[in-house]
């Protein structure tokens, strides 16, 4: 089943500055085969079921290795059965309405 999720991973008890463990997760999710698409708030990506959980617990693995404590995600999760739609696809579909109005 093809996911698509939108995470915001916020490691807790570190320096102010959370880029460096972003970045790592970031790699996690490249290295998975998956095409991490950052925001200001958070990153979507899309894959199968489990590619994309595989790759979520990979990011907590790593962050956690870098030396925070803690981590808290929020985690939105999307499906679909009656046909495949990727993330690029739903924006598209906005711009189009915005520049026809």
Known sequence: MKVTAEICLV???TDVSLSPYITACVR???????????????TNIEGTWDEVFDALRSCHEIVHRM???RIL???????????????QEKIDSVSVKLADS
């Open 11 to 13: 490691p807790i008890g």
């Open 28 to 42: 996690a999710l490249e290295e998975a085969g998956l095409n991490p698409q950052l925001h200001a708030y958070g």
């Open 67 to 69: 030396g925070a404590p």
């Open 73 to 87: 995600t929020t985690l939105k999760v999307g499906t679909r059965t009656d046909r495949e739609q990727s993330c």
